[in-house]
């Protein structure tokens, strides 16, 4: 007899249940429609402010709903788990309010605000361990505390019924937007818990709506996985959007997001720093990377939606204000205006005075001058930051370089250089 396996999808009734259980615990969050986006777009664009809940993020769902459903024989050891921010405040927080003991491990570089608010959120409920140099790092550790003390795993997303309570969200959008259809949805995707639970939902219940997953360019787990019809693991992601940053989906979400989402797509993280800086600037609202990830695609689909009614998941904002600066960098370097250079300085008074007056335009920036004189070549090497008024100055400013014979390297598009200076 063939064998038969039985795959796991969220049944309505389980998020639901889901639901009546985070009431009380999980804000109701507002879906609020935004004029700028709206004019932009020529279309109605609305946000679901997750960013509201008090962990700053969508994760208390699936956390609570995960750790209330234990039995008291999976909690008489207590419960373990492993985040770089989210999951953890979302864990902390169920910990304390359910009583129940719990160890959070965390990659050590984690900024010290985010274990603060860990701390803050579980107070005497949870003890948080820094370990590792990264999420995998801290993920190893807390299942070997796992296996070794019989303690329960909370999975950030790979697990059911962290998937039912993140499905929630998109049970409150359709009971908010119910006077109007629902033409798309955007949604962040990292491990999948919010992609799987949200996109099940809408196929029950609005199937006619298309579900489209934003995901990081440096970390396109769920975008691989669905091209090669097989859950993938990258061998290298880029952190930067560290809510939305893993190298391997869950299985179940994948299982779940290859059958119900309309498209994947990936952002520059550039963008998604423009997205950030624009929505604090214009809009008054504070967003970490991954909170902008859903907004940062609506420029592809800007032909698409027009005229529609359109949802985008604003995930959470806990954004440590010590990054505000490298988020302005790769903002600049994505809209084409911050340029480096190695630059060629003659060895010669006044060559520093000529290259400012005769190479530079009237509104270019000297932003980062590192020099240092190690041989006796007659030019010696500057690494030269510029940052340009227009993307249109960049190709006059190479030229004037190149005839005055300043020119050595263009380093944005060297990326094992460049990473070192972003």
Known sequence: MKETTTIYRPTLKAIEAAAEKLKGIASLTPLTKNGR??????????????????????????????ISSLSASQTENEIVCASAGNHAQGVAL?????KIKGTIYMPSPTPNQKIEQVKMFGEDYIDVVLVGDSFDDAYHAAKEESEA?????????????????????GLEIIDQAKDHPIHYVFVPVGGGGLAAGLSTVFKLLSPQTKIISVEPNGASAMLNSIRN?????????????????????GDLNFAICKETLHRVVEVDEGKICQTILDLYNKDAIVVEPAGALSLSALEQ????????????????????????????????????????FIVKFPQRAGALRDFVVDILGP??????????????????????????????????LITKMKLHNFYGEYLNDKPDLFQFLV
């Open 363 to 396: 509104t270019d920036d000297i932003t980062h001058f590192e020099y240092t004189k190690k041989t006796n070549r007659e030019n010696g090497a500057a690494v030269v930051g510029l940052q340009l008024k227009s993307p249109n100055d960049l190709a006059p």
């Open 37 to 66: 986006y709206s004019k932009h777009f020529g279309a109605n664009i609305y946000f679901k402010r997750e960013d509201l809940q008090e962990v700053r993020s969508y994760k208390i769902r699936g956390a609570y709903n995960k």
């Open 229 to 249: 019809n097989r859950n993938i693991t990258l061998n290298t992601i880029d952190n930067f959007v560290d809510g939305a940053a893993v190298k391997r989906v």
């Open 94 to 98: 169920s910990c304390k309010l359910l």
């Open 149 to 169: 003390l019989n303690k329960t795993f909370i999975h950030p997303f790979n697990d059911e019924k962290v998937i039912e309570g993140q499905a929630t969200v």
């Open 301 to 340: 689909f800007s032909e698409e939606i027009k005229g529609k009614n359109v949802v985008c998941v604003i995930s959470g904002s806990n954004n440590d204000i010590t990054r505000t600066a490298e988020i302005k960098e790769r903002a600049l370097v994505h809209a084409n205006l911050k340029h480096y």
